[in-house]
Nanobody, 122 residues
């Protein structure tokens, strides 16, 4: 079965940086577009970024554009999210999954990791 393991979160001050990692297993990682989604306390999930299978095409939500950079290493079945100039509103649990037209692809639908907590203090 598919597994997704997020890591790299932590507590940082405003303006700080973090690099999140997402390791995928149980599916052919290189064949899927991937995405990051976050969920802040008391709010619904928010899509923040996606990356194509080869990494050449990336998309960002306006809320993170210019501050976050998504990338992937298919040889390691790993996706990354470099987060710079962090703001208190970035505080959330960050999750990764495959991405098919706005939803997790059937291969990983229903499989979510534990996420990684990012807390930005002012």
């Amino acid at each position: 079965e598919a597994q997704l393991l997020e890591s790299g979160g932590g507590m940082v001050q405003v303006g700080g940086s973090l690099r999140l990692s997402c390791v995928g297993s149980g599916f052919t990682f290189r064949r899927f577009n991937m995405s990051w989604v976050r969920q802040a306390p008391g709010k619904g999930p928010e899509w923040i970024s996606s990356i194509s299978t080869g990494g050449a095409t990336t998309y960002y939500a306006d809320s993170v554009k210019g501050r976050f950079t998504i990338s992937r290493d298919n040889a390691k079945s790993t996706m990354y999210l470099q987060m710079n100039n962090l703001k208190p509103e970035d505080t959330a649990v960050y999750y990764c999954n495959t991405y098919c037209s706005g939803y997790p692809c059937p291969a990983t639908r229903g499989y979510w990791g534990q996420g990684t907590q990012v807390t930005v203090s002012s």
